[in-house]
């Protein structure tokens, strides 16, 4: 059974900075694309970041120059700088075999559980 888990969401001041890690384990992900989103409450779930198994990263134009996306073996982090109160959310770690796929909520094949970000104003 294949579940990635998500750590390292919480509550950050505005201006702040996270580190959100995912790990995957149960088969290799050495060739998927791994990518985050997250959800709001009342909202759609929506792409943040993405990184291909080559290592080209792609960002949504919400958190262009503040968020970046690395991997290492079965782990993917989401870095997040200059944290705001819009980017309070759900964050999700996904998995798929093309960036394309990984960047879009039907694409995944693989999903965690979530970990919540909270940005306080």
């Known amino acids: 059974q294949v579940q990635p888990v998500e750590s390292g969401g919480g509550l950050v001041q505005t201006g702040g900075s996270l580190r959100l890690s995912c790990a995957y384990s149960?088969?290799?992900?050495?060739?998927?694309?791994m990518g985050w989103f997250r959800q709001a409450p009342g909202k759609e779930r929506e792409f943040v970041a993405a990184i291909s198994w080559t290592g080209v990263p792609q960002y949504a134009s919400s958190v262009q120059d503040r968020f970046t996306i690395s991997g290492e073996m079965n782990t993917v982090y989401l870095q997040m700088n200059s944290l705001k109160p819009e980017d309070t959310a759900k964050y999700y770690c996904a998995a798929a075999q093309t960036t394309a796929q990984v960047m879009t909520v039907e694409g995944p094949e693989y999903w965690g559980q979530g970990t919540q970000v909270t940005v306080s104003s």
């Open positions: 149960g088969r290799t992900f050495s060739r998927y694309a």
